[in-house]
């Protein structure tokens, strides 16, 4: 099937129809050839439209007179141009490439309206690349499908339409139609292991078998076809082990599937839930974890990224901890809200018909706020006795993480109140007059776990 405006047609009405598509132009070939073919069918198709967009990622000296030439290409093609500048400089733990590849789709991204297509130029050899790239990683199936022809983008979809065909092709029909294009010098650096298989391996492999392209990327598209299956059936099976309310995994319903769905239901979920999938030793831990560690202990997992703790039946995951002092005492005025250092949210004091602290000792008393050290007690509004808090958050339910960021409200250097959850009676108001209630708002990670007070 020989490229022309006809075969992107062709491959563009495998999917419904976007009202703008967006066309991801480097300046080297293969997006050279791409932005030919779709300027071909700007020419005959009214309702195709599209604009070219090049990423300048700030990092090599010539980047400012690819940008111009790219300017220069999209004018003489009749096709409109946009100009995106990114710092893509890489964070600690980043390659060069995976922070400009990771700048260039978040910039790229911010483009899109929705429904739009985003529409790069990767072809059939970039996808033996990909798959040979993932195979000596050890990948698994989502790792071997390798790329998508179409996939969820920002609000609207990216699509490949060019992976049907090989780098030859490319070539020839550039070649042919004297198109110009740029050569990017780091293509050809053996250090890169995408150029060392493109230029050492898949040559030694095509002397014995020609269509090597053609067959890896083939079988990218079985396994694609088997994740799309797989897939499915992990979500079912996080969702039946899922505490909704709380976004966490029952224990006890992971340990009863096997383990290949364990590692499953695992990785799906970190995955919903926006982190990038650990490494396999990172979820044996886990899985070890969950099923031997002592479950009020709290054990914890940690990486990079987060980190995935457990307590009583159920995972958490959460983002990594922040340094924390639990040293800290703040004043407080007790009237303005008041926000916690470490990113530790908000305390509130709102006047309330009902039970709370007496408001004539909260208008002229000193009033600070500080963490749990060892020992405090309260007795919590409403209940006989006073209690160690530790009893009480063992009581309620609340991780060992959450109870050490809690804030404690003192009045004149006595306990009055536990985040928003208790009121301490020693404090107590009429509570058929006007009294004062503590709110807690946390930071995200903590939420769910702290905000609603107890019905204990
Ligand atoms: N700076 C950029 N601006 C816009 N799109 C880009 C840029 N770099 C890459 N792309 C898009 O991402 C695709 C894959 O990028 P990759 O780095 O593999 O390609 P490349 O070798 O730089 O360029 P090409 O595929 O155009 O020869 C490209 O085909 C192109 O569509």
Redesign the pocket.
Known sequence: MNLSADTLRASLARHPPSPHYWI?????????V?LRLCAELARVSQDFRCTA?????GLQAAAEHWAEQCRTTCEAEGVAFRLLRVDARPRPGQSPEEAARAA?YQT?ATLMATGDTL????HRD?QAETLLLQLLRGAGLPGLAAMPERAAFGPGFLTRPLLDHGRAELRDYAEKLELDWLE?PS?RDLGYDRNFIRHRILPVLAERWPAVGATLSRSARHCAEAQATLAALARDLCHAALNPERGTLCVDRLLAYAAADRRLVLREWIGAKGFRTPSARVLEQVLDCALNAHPERSPAVRWREGEIRRYRNELYLLPPAGPFDSGTIIAWDGLAPLLLPDGNGELIARPIDGPGIAPGLWRTAAITVRYRQGGETCRPLGRTGSRDLKKLFQEAGIPPWVRERTPLVYVDGRLVAVGGRWICQAFAGDPAGRNIMIEWFPPPPLRALSENPATD
Not at 53 to 57: C, I, L, S, T
Not at 119 to 122: F, P, V, Y
């Open positions: 991801a132009y480097s300046g080297g070939l293969d997006s050279r791409l967009v090049h990423v300048h990622h260039r790229l529409l790069t130029a990767q970039d990017d293509n």
